[in-house]
DNA sequence: CATAAAACATGACTAAAGTCATTATTAGCT
DNA sequence: AGCTAATAATGACTTTAGTCATGTTTTATG
């Protein structure tokens, strides 16, 4: 490992104790670089903006979570319908949310996202685990003729995590109204069954 | 009108003129308080802070589209069915927000309301045009027989507002390669016909 | 119309992100 | 080791949002 390399894990490492104290914005790049001995110009050799380091921060933190949600859809009766995997996995989701990641924390992914510039594809990159989890459980739903569609699963899976995104974003912009485990039951019993009538 | 509120309408005018020619980042309070003549403390009395200028130029902006939303479901022809309406209505929005108000202008959108001191009501209310307007559809899928639901219609056409949000989002977050026509369009037919295998 | 209170306006100031020309350190080479 | 090029670090500086104590104008009132 370069020289420069241990200084970027220093900031990296100050900054994240520094998040864990307080808010994101209460945290300025001259906090972190005076605690972390090195002047201000050294942080921007390491990181393109405030914002990018918490993108990596934030990253770090998304990216364990869904080995939690595939650990979590392991864990249950291998008997389980895929209907029932599918809200069960959406409420393990939206459990990490609000308990672990936090709507703090999410409006800022939401945020930083909506930056061009920044990279955040830990949580939106088509290759994020989720989007096979979630595949994988809709193929099941098909083996066992549970699930019923003319869309590719892999769409299906694309259109299923946005919905999902589309929830916390909700969530986000009406908490603390907004009560997202419930809201996201409901969304996806909607999702799963429609509301045409059946001929 | 008493003198202050003139003074705001001034400082509105002045920045709008501004953001018609440059990006929101690159029109400052500075630039707007020269060019309308006047002091950038005066900026502040009647703006909380550049946010919620630019969130209230996007309010104007965003509440006379439900009314071209409402114009353009009814000049359908009156036997269109309420699928088609609402196909048609999701197309009518993707429209808008594609051609008129444009990919960057909704970023901004979506950003400002995730911050939770700037006040976007026109656009997130649940008072808001749009609500009731697909609502209206709903209804009268269900009276023509065409939907059938358990899920009360004003909760269900939140579910569907959330949902052309969660689309558009996404459409911010992944410009351009997101076709957000095509997408809202599959993502609705998907909610109206759900997935699971008819009994 | 004199005057006090309320409303409006000012601009120098602070805070914080981000830049960049300069300086210091390290690594590779003979 | 001595020299050079690349890599790393510096901090004074710029930019821009936002503040606030002070000053000015308007309005209401005896």
């Given at each position: 490992m370069g020289k420069g390399e241990s200084t970027k894990q220093i900031l990296f490492e100050t900054a994240a104790e520094l998040f864990l104290q307080k808010d994101f914005n209460k945290v300025t790049v001259d906090n972190i670089v005076e605690k972390a001995g090195l002047a201000k110009g050294t942080f921007y050799i390491y990181f393109e903006s405030k914002d990018a380091l918490i993108a990596e921060f934030l990253n770090y933190y998304v990216n364990n979570v869904d080995t939690d949600y595939k650990a979590h859809l392991d864990s249950l009766p291998p008997k389980t319908t895929a209907t029932d995997m599918l809200l069960s996995l959406v409420g393990k989701t939206t459990d990490v949310l609000i308990n672990t990641i936090g709507y703090h924390k999410m409006s800022f992914v939401y945020k930083v996202q909506?930056?061009?510039?920044?990279?955040?594809d830990a949580v939106k990159g088509y290759n994020r685990k989720l989007y096979q989890i979630v595949a994988d459980v809709l193929s099941r739903g098909i083996a066992l003729g549970e699930f019923n569609t003319k869309v590719p699963i892999d769409t299906l899976s694309k259109h299923f995590v946005m919905a999902l995104r589309g929830l916390s974003y909700e969530w986000c912009i009406r908490y603390p109204e907004f009560d997202l485990k419930e809201q996201a039951h409901t969304h996806f019993q909607i999702l799963l069954n429609g509301i045409l009538e059946k001929k």
């Amino acid at each position: 490992m370069g020289k420069g390399e241990s200084t970027k894990q220093i900031l990296f490492e100050t900054a994240a104790e520094l998040f864990l104290q307080k808010d994101f914005n209460k945290v300025t790049v001259d906090n972190i670089v005076e605690k972390a001995g090195l002047a201000k110009g050294t942080f921007y050799i390491y990181f393109e903006s405030k914002d990018a380091l918490i993108a990596e921060f934030l990253n770090y933190y998304v990216n364990n979570v869904d080995t939690d949600y595939k650990a979590h859809l392991d864990s249950l009766p291998p008997k389980t319908t895929a209907t029932d995997m599918l809200l069960s996995l959406v409420g393990k989701t939206t459990d990490v949310l609000i308990n672990t990641i936090g709507y703090h924390k999410m409006s800022f992914v939401y945020k930083v996202q909506l930056t061009r510039t920044i990279n955040m594809d830990a949580v939106k990159g088509y290759n994020r685990k989720l989007y096979q989890i979630v595949a994988d459980v809709l193929s099941r739903g098909i083996a066992l003729g549970e699930f019923n569609t003319k869309v590719p699963i892999d769409t299906l899976s694309k259109h299923f995590v946005m919905a999902l995104r589309g929830l916390s974003y909700e969530w986000c912009i009406r908490y603390p109204e907004f009560d997202l485990k419930e809201q996201a039951h409901t969304h996806f019993q909607i999702l799963l069954n429609g509301i045409l009538e059946k001929k």
